[in-house]
């Protein structure tokens, strides 16, 4: 069972209209009503995007990560779920120079099971990965953004920088980690 960790992004909504479109099973949960010990139920997890920046979301979806490593389990970290990812793992992020917000294009730059060609995405953010940590590499980049899409090593771990939950090319990258 797929848990969606509905960390207050504004398009959660059409994240949750996608996985139900697709016919994908899931449950939604805000991460300060999740029990850490509960996680074993779920085999993947989705960390959507945020509103603000609150130190006890920030240590939930820590924990989360680090119990998908620990336990090989999917994972894909969608703009601060990407974000918090590299955080975890000893990774910086920093202010964008230009605050993203509109259409744009990401090139596949690592073959990978998610996504392989140019993908037109829909960013909305203004901070960013600065500093990827050893284990993350980097699969993807923009013109604006250097770690569009980003892997724990081999393993089925991912986290974008942009929202694909509000496109057809990123929706169909959603049902490809799904599928993984």
């Not at 989705?46 to 994972?75: A, P, Y």
């Not at 771990?157 to 929706?171: A, K, L, Y």
């Amino acid at each position: 069972m797929l848990l969606v960790v509905d960390n207050g992004s504004i398009y959660t909504k059409q994240l949750v209209c996608l996985l139900h479109d697709r016919e994908i099973l899931f449950e939604r949960h805000p991460p300060h009503l999740l029990s850490i010990d509960n996680i074993s139920e779920y085999d993947s997890f989705v960390l959507s995007g945020r509103r603000r920046n609150e130190k006890k979301t920030n240590q939930i979806n820590s924990q989360i990560i680090l119990h998908s490593i620990k336990k090989n389990s999917k994972l894909l970290g969608i703009c601060y779920g990407a974000e918090i990812l590299a955080l975890t793992l000893g990774g910086t992020i920093k202010r964008s120079q230009h605050a993203q917000k509109g259409s744009q294009s990401v090139k596949t730059t690592r073959k990978n099971p998610i996504c392989d060609r140019v993908l037109d995405v829909f960013a909305s953010h203004s901070y960013e990965i600065s500093k990827l940590p050893a284990p993350l590499v980097s699969l993807a980049e923009s013109e604006n953004c250097r770690y569009e899409i980003i892997q724990y090593q081999n393993r089925p771990i991912f986290g974008t920088q942009f929202h694909p939950e509000m496109t057809r090319d990123g929706s169909d990258l959603i049902a490809n980690f799904c599928r993984l």
